[in-house]
């Protein structure tokens, strides 16, 4: 079955949740749970699937706050909320990556690099969405692919036993055209009041590329965000703690003005926090070119084939 590049991502991206343990031990549960809020398959209950995906975390969540617990149930989060939203721009040019090394492009991770003095850190992301150039290259088969290495050299498509050879075709794609790919960055917090500092101070570094002053850099001398064609980094949230959050909150002033918005898994309240299913219209509207809720439905018919690696149905 032919398959493009973006696609390809996607199942590996997905397959690569699944394999995880605190996944297994919740899907079956969570599986349920989103079941019951699909009443019809068709784009519109997808993406409100929007509105309840909190509902459907504390589903398998207990109420303590020991350590063991918070680590695990950041996990799961940020594995839910990157299944909703690769389920959701299906066919489309983005893809979600739980931050993996060998699924996401060399030059983006070095572009995502913040260094202090000579030794790089790793960022807080949890989740990377890469959005594809509007080029003929991603939406071909991926066999057809021709693509070259750095000394001119045609890199070919399998290796070993007929395995894609995605890693060395992807860097070549994404050197060539760093420029046209788009960049967000989402941080997945079970714990708003503990959490929303965080993604505020990382988009003001992101945002300032770095303070030369305090010998802290942004990228690499070959990848710049700024040379993408756009970046956002955006703050989902549960959020597990109790208590209301209005726009005079803390919590809340901390992330209102981050470049991708803040978000969580419950319906929007207005001037505090938009439900994570608006986050498709201001963070990736140009990953297709006939909507998200068209581009949808031409997929969700093919659920129970060639994407049943999501297991919804």
Not at 168 to 196: M, P, R
Request: net charge neutral; charged share 20%; with cysteine.
């Amino acid at each position: 079955m032919s398959q493009t590049i973006i696609e390809h991502l996607r199942k590996e991206a997905i397959n690569h949740l699944f394999s995880l343990d605190t996944v297994q031990n919740c899907w079956s549960i969570w599986k349920a749970q989103i079941q019951q809020q699909l009443p019809d398959l068709n784009a519109i209950n997808v993406l409100d699937l929007g509105d309840h995906l909190s509902n459907v975390f504390r589903s398998t969540g207990g109420n303590g706050r020991g350590q063991g617990e918070v680590s695990g149930g950041g996990t799961a989060w940020e594995a839910l909320i990157c299944w909703y939203m690769n389920l959701c721009l299906l066919e489309s040019r983005t893809v979600v990556v739980k931050f993996k090394k060998r699924l996401i492009p060399t030059p983006i991770r070095e572009a995502l690099i913040v260094s202090y003095g000579a030794s790089p850190t790793s960022t807080e992301s949890d989740l990377v969405a890469i959005t594809f150039p509007e080029k003929e290259i991603y939406a071909g088969n991926k066999l057809d692919i021709v693509a070259r290495d750095h000394a001119g050299q045609i890199i070919p498509t399998t290796v070993g036993r007929n395995r894609f050879n995605y890693e060395k075709i992807i860097d070549s794609l994404a050197d060539i055209d760093f420029s046209d790919y788009e960049v967000g960055v989402i941080q997945c917090k079970t714990n708003w009041n503990d959490s929303a500092q965080i993604p505020m101070l990382w988009d003001m570094v992101y945002a300032s590329e770095g303070f030369s002053r305090n010998q802290i850099s942004v990228g690499t001398s070959a990848y710049k965000i700024r040379n993408l064609r756009k970046f956002s980094y955006s703050f989902v949230t549960v959020p597990t703690n109790k208590g209301s959050f209005t726009q005079n909150t803390l919590a809340v002033k901390r992330v209102q003005n981050i470049s991708g918005g803040n978000y969580w898994g419950q319906a929007s309240q207005p001037g505090v926090v938009y439900s994570v299913k608006e986050i498709f219209g201001r963070n990736f509207s140009s990953s297709t070119s006939i909507g998200t809720r068209a581009t949808l439905n031409a997929a969700l018919p093919k659920l129970s084939q060639e994407y049943s690696y999501f297991d919804l149905i």
